[in-house]
């Protein structure tokens, strides 16, 4: 990260954020922890990419908050500082629609979605490929969330960070190796 990165990081306020996303704490996800954790860790990904562009971060830390808590005041949400609207149009722009199925919504996101939504798609899908173990799911179920990723998330990714889309595929792989049992995982030297 450049000085002037690690200053702009330094002046984006996301404390009003992280509250509203502590409701998320009451989510919790099936590999342990909770919906709040991963809101964090979908920021620290974009961090970790140099990201740093204030919406984009704010909307990294509530990117849940209105698919997982349906009763939140969108209003209040918009209101919480100047980049408000524009950080819950961001939102807006990555929640799944009631409806719609994920390949509709994906759909979306790859023809329709702006440049922010497809980069905070692909923190947000790298943080759940890092939760994607066998001892939580099923190989059906995560083959078919692998065969997802590199239908959908891949093409984004190429679009908008090289970087991003190394780790991804990088994920892919080693999560086929982890369906492909022990053996193969010792082979690749990565147990």
């Known amino acids: 990260m450049s000085h002037n990165e690690r200053a702009d990081l330094a002046h984006i306020t996301l404390a009003p954020y992280i509250v509203k996303a502590t409701a998320l704490m009451s989510h919790s996800r099936k590999v342990g922890g909770n919906q709040f954790r991963h809101a964090m ?3 620290a990904i974009l961090i970790d990419y140099n990201k740093i562009d204030p919406i984009l971060l704010k909307a990294a830390v509530i990117h849940d908050l209105i698919e997982d808590i349906p009763e ?5 949400l918009r209101r919480i500082d100047a980049d408000g609207p524009a950080v819950v149009d961001l939102v807006l722009e990555v929640t799944r ?3 719609q199925t994920r390949e509709q919504y994906l759909q979306r996101i790859v023809e329709h979605g702006s440049r922010s939504a497809k980069v905070l798609k692909v923190a947000d899908r790298i943080s759940n490929l890092v939760d994607l173990n066998l001892d939580i799911f099923k ?3 995560i083959a078919s969330r692998l065969e997802e990723t590199s239908r959908f998330i891949v093409p984004i ?9 190394h780790e991804v595929r990088d994920l892919i792989r ?4 982890l ?4 053996a193969a995982l010792r082979r690749t030297g990565s147990a």
């Open 97 to 99: 629609e009631k409806g």
């Open 72 to 76: 939140t005041d969108v209003d209040e």
């Open 139 to 141: 190989p059906d179920y």
């Open 179 to 182: 369906l492909d049992g022990p």
């Open 174 to 177: 080693k999560r086929h190796r």
């Open 41 to 43: 860790a979908t920021l």
């Open 157 to 165: 990714a190429a679009e908008v960070s090289s970087d991003m889309e």
